[in-house]
């Protein structure tokens, strides 16, 4: 018994508040151990959750998306006639390194294409596999926030493909079930 208190004690001890990739203070219930990052909070938009739009005008050039501001998108050159692809990275990933350079690159080849990148490398970090996972509904809501407001700026859902990676295979699937049918 004296071992699991002191497990746990050291476990708390080890746990604090924790600051977004922004650097703004996280909310009071998200646990930080280790390098890991365990969010109980599920509040959108969250500051390490970030969106990027890139498109064959303007190439390899990324233009972040704030889904507060519905004139983000016309600035970043989304054109709404074209298809859109929302693409998620897996654990210990990013946007900006293989395997989801290759394939957002691949899409870039094509001039008929939104391409919307998700980041969520806070909140994936090696050896953090579990608290990844948890994390992985966040990034879902979130994520279905951002599909949510490509179709209020004129996107089409049937024109709208969602490729993930790892665990963002599984958050492409949780966004789709959050979605109004």
């Excluded at 600035?75 to 654990?91: E, L, Q, T």
């Excluded at 980041?119 to 579990?130: A, G, K, R």
Aim: glycine share 8%.
């Amino acid at each position: 018994m004296h071992l699991a208190k002191l497990a746990f004690l050291l476990l708390a001890s080890s746990t604090n508040l924790i600051q977004d990739a922004s650097g703004g203070m996280g909310n009071i219930f998200d646990i930080k151990y280790w390098r890991c990052v365990l969010k109980k909070q599920y509040t959108c938009p969250d500051n390490d959750i970030r969106y990027y739009l890139y498109t064959h005008e303007t190439g390899p050039k990324r233009l972040r998306i704030d889904i507060r501001n519905h004139l983000s998108l016309k600035y970043a050159g989304f054109d709404p006639k074209k298809k859109n692809v929302i693409i998620i990275h897996g654990f210990n990933g990013t946007e900006s390194k293989s395997p989801m350079t290759i394939i957002r690159n691949a899409y870039l080849t094509r001039t008929d294409y939104n391409i919307f990148t998700v980041d969520w490398e806070p909140l994936t970090i090696f050896p953090c596999y579990l608290s990844s996972l948890s994390n992985t509904k966040l990034v879902g809501q979130c994520t279905a926030k951002l599909y949510a407001f490509i179709m209020d700026q004129g996107g089409d859902a049937r024109e709208t493909t969602c490729v993930g990676h790892s665990l963002g295979a599984h958050i492409c699937g949780m966004v789709w079930t959050l979605q109004d049918h």
